[in-house]
């Protein structure tokens, strides 16, 4: 079972579902089939799925080709859906089609309707499986998956692996995100997607409201991932900005270094991908090693300021990088564009810590590093050496 003394589930530790599967998925919106997303062929497989039309005696009907079976979408329940459909099946152009599978998704029930017979099937997890089989049974060449279906947009107070999402991976990880230590900080973070009927998208929206905004689940799951990193490094960038900020006035000032190798540590362990930018490797883990060495050497005054030019980049375009490098020092632009607002004040705490505005005076430097070390000390507390975990059947378990 989990392991639930921490409540701690480490994302990095699992791929998405669909990492190394090649197939489509199909999001069905209230008036059909709205986005198709493929997947690329590998070897002699056949598996991209595709819109055609098909006439009628009294209209074209606009059904999904699956090599040689197509799957006609009904929705009469003007659901959102994401279903993940796989084939291996050879086709050309002059096959035909010799299966046609009807899908009905009624007010009370999902009806299958092959050929002159048909089966309804409840929605819930029962019938969901019972609908997967039988389409397997119609043409076992055909996987069919389905990941979620629900009716209106959810509300941002809702759990993420909600009864409506049927498939196990994606509810796992699901979950995941949503014990991560890091979830409750960034669930309201905006999402910058190009949605001209909606501003202010929160992360916790974009997932759980995915079809509608024409993503895939482990696409939204990316995007949270990404977010938390930013967050990440932008902590590490904010402590390196202090230190370097206390070392240039005193070279001697007193630091609690094993404090900082602590907190840089904490970082460096939640971080869930190393990021490329600009051609620059961004991997908090490789850049504490080396921290770690130059602070017991006590040639730390100069590498605190290269990471710290070097996470400043991160966040900034391709000309305000070059500014950088011409002047070799950080201007206020750049402090506001990734401070301003930076981190939302914690529970305890009543008004902005206004990190962007370094004070001229050391004590009070100080007493904003002291500020950060204990917002990343609360922040990162549950993260520890990643080895002691391990992976079996979707679930997360200490190593004995």
């Known amino acids: 079972m989990i392991y639930k003394k921490y409540s701690l ?26 986005d198709i997303i493929n997947s690329k062929n590998e070897g002699d497989y056949v598996n991209e799925a595709k819109m055609i039309t098909m006439p009628g005696c009294f209209k074209i009907s606009t059904v999904l080709q699956c090599g040689s079976t197509t799957i006609d979408f009904v929705n009469k329940k003007k659901i959102f859906a994401e279903i993940f459909l796989n084939y291996n099946d050879r086709v050309d152009e002059n096959s035909k089609i010799n299966k046609m599978i009807k899908i009905t998704f009624g007010e009370k029930y999902i009806t299958l309707s092959p050929k002159e017979t048909y089966k309804n099937y409840s929605y819930d997890e029962n019938g969901i499986n019972l609908l997967q089989q039988s389409i397997r049974m119609l043409n076992n060449k055909v996987l069919f998956n389905v990941i979620k279906i ?16 049927y498939d196990n991976t994606i509810k796992v990880q699901l979950y995941m995100i949503e014990k991560h230590p890091l979830w409750k900080y960034v669930k309201e973070e905006i999402v910058n997607i190009n949605i001209s009927t909606r501003n202010n998208i929160t992360i916790t929206d974009f997932i759980n409201n995915s079809t509608t905004y024409k993503k895939n689940v482990a696409l939204t799951l990316e995007e949270a991932r990404r977010i938390m990193d930013d967050r990440t490094f932008k902590y590490a960038f904010l402590l390196l900005v202090y230190i370097y900020m206390t070392l240039k006035i005193d070279r001697e000032a007193v630091i609690d270094w094993e404090l900082f190798k602590k907190v840089f540590k904490q970082l460096s362990t939640a971080q869930i991908y190393p990021k490329e930018s600009y051609d620059i490797c961004y991997d908090l883990r490789l850049d504490f090693l080396t921290l770690h060495e130059d602070i017991i050497s006590g040639q730390y005054e100069k590498t605190i300021k290269g990471f710290m030019m070097k996470y400043s980049k991160l966040f900034l375009t391709s000309r305000e990088i070059s500014d950088l490098a011409r002047t070799h020092k950080l201007p206020q632009n750049v402090l506001n564009k990734v401070f301003q607002e930076f981190p939302k004040p914690h529970e305890k705490d009543v008004i902005s810590y206004n990190f962007e505005t370094i004070p001229n005076q050391l004590d009070d430097i100080k007493k904003k590093l002291e ?8 922040e990162y507390k549950n993260f520890f050496d990643l080895t002691s975990f391990r992976i079996e059947n979707n679930q997360l378990t200490l190593r004995p």
């Open 9 to 34: 589930v480490l994302i990095i530790a699992i791929d998405f579902y669909f990492g190394d599967v090649f197939g489509n998925i199909i999001l069905i919106g209230q008036e059909g089939v709205m």
């Open 150 to 165: 629900y009716e209106s947009n959810h509300s941002n107070n809702r759990t993420l692996a909600h009864s409506t999402v």
């Open 371 to 378: 500020i950060i070390f204990r917002l990343i000390t609360t």
